[in-house]
């Protein structure tokens, strides 16, 4: 199937567009993907610009009005939805939506004037009636993703009090994150048309669920958010949300690919993101996979080959999850989490440790290695990520670290961060983390927004939502 070439772009940006006619957040319908996007309205003439941040220096598309124009309510489509069709032969009508009723009415009122105008000066029609730009962009998520402003977001949360369910939980430690709190913030924007992925509560049946977990670093500096679920809820969300955020149509494919291979019932998707700005994201399966399979989502390359010659080694045949990142530039990351073998915590250990020197990374420091054996509790994980160029990171997970351990990590690495992680902690009503992570990130893999080197991570499980 041949991609229909789209019309160059004006180059308009919206401080160009001076005393407009109307303008605000609407969400609009894609194209050639019918997912729903964030985008700021100008109206200005008879042209209505829309733009991926109020910021731009460049439109994102165009529709041009015409008299023969017709702008209607659509509340079947989506709630406060209206349509724009551009022409009686148009190829396509435009469904959007504002945040209330009020604003449908005054959207709905500035284009008939616009169009009426349009009429009274005598202005033909233009053929099509639109310029669309391409909705896919060759976009690097560490630090510079163009992602969809801050809104009030429409998740689908149920009537319940808040903080009552693990949507409002996501929610709330959202807000207790200190680096998000502007809310002109992109990696704040990027947070929230991830949650927007998420499908809603009432596509789960009966006997299924939606998972949803945090990963923090103990200086608060950088976070991993996750949710997973059924696969034939996820998929199309999934998707839609890799194309909105500017994944390449082959990390795409690369997903489509890996999951007919491995067909899991469950699958998620996950986002990172830190202080310094840095935004990834990417998808993982979180199901019980051979070794052998889980390696087809890999890069090929010495990580690869080293990982399968280890697993052998210690009698590692599956692994509990895969993922992988769906960020434009290579190289691309592969993540394997692995119940280490062994019934006890020092057996565990053993074989842990023969990764980090079989991979090529530096012990875990003298002081948090401590704190680590002071726990003796078995249950250890591997968390092991690859890439074309290298091992990215390697990280050890303990179960259950208690109150009096969080502390300690915290002066270790996080300086004194350990009230506002109670304070996050306390958010989700949750008990303390299930694990905690003693993680190390090669140098080069940071790009800027990472730490380097050791860290120390506390993974939370925010809750599971059931089919009411």
Known sequence: MTKPNKPPK?????????????????????????????????????????????????????IELTRESV????????????????????????????????????????????????KASGGGSSSGGASASSQTNNTNYQGSSPVSPSYQTQNNYSSKPKGSNPRDKLNLAK????????????????????????????????????DYHLAVSASMEKLTWRTAGPQNIFIQKMVDFFWNVGAPESEIDRLNDVGALINPMKIGSWIDMSSKGGMDGGWFFPVSIPIKLALEAADPGEPATKLKQWADKHAVETCFSVGRDMGAAPPRQTEFRIRLPGADFNTQFKVANDAYESFGFPPIPAEALTILKSSNL???????????????????????????????????????????LSALQGSMSSGGPAYVEYQYLNVGFGYGVYKEGFDVVFHYEIGEEKAE
Request: net charge neutral; charged share 25%.
């Open 175 to 210: 807000d207790s994150i200190p680096f998000l709190q502007d809310q002109e913030n992109r990696v704040l924007e990027f947070w929230m048309i991830w949650s927007e992925s998420i499908p809603p509560s009432e596509d789960l049946q009966a006997g299924f669920s939606i």
């Open 378 to 420: 078995a249950g250890l994980n591997l968390s092991i990520i690859t890439s074309s160029d290298g091992f990215v990171r390697l990280g050890l997970l303990c179960p259950t670290p208690n109150s009096e351990t969080v502390r300690r990590l915290c002066n270790i690495v996080g300086g004194n961060s350990f009230d506002a």
């Open 71 to 118: 702008v209607r309510e659509e509340p079947k489509k989506k709630k406060f939805a209206f349509s724009i069709t551009t022409s009686p032969d148009a190829k396509r009508i435009y469904y959007m939506f504002p945040d209330n009723a009020s604003d449908t009415q005054d959207w709905l009122n500035a284009l008939n004037n616009a169009i009426e105008k349009k």
């Open 10 to 62: 004006k180059g308009i940006s919206v401080s160009s567009l001076t005393s407009p006619d109307k303008d605000g957040w609407l969400t609009k319908q894609g194209g050639s993907w019918k997912n729903w996007k964030r985008r700021w309205f100008v109206l200005k003439s008879d042209s209505l610009y829309y733009f991926k941040l109020k910021s731009d220096t460049e439109e994102t598309g165009i």
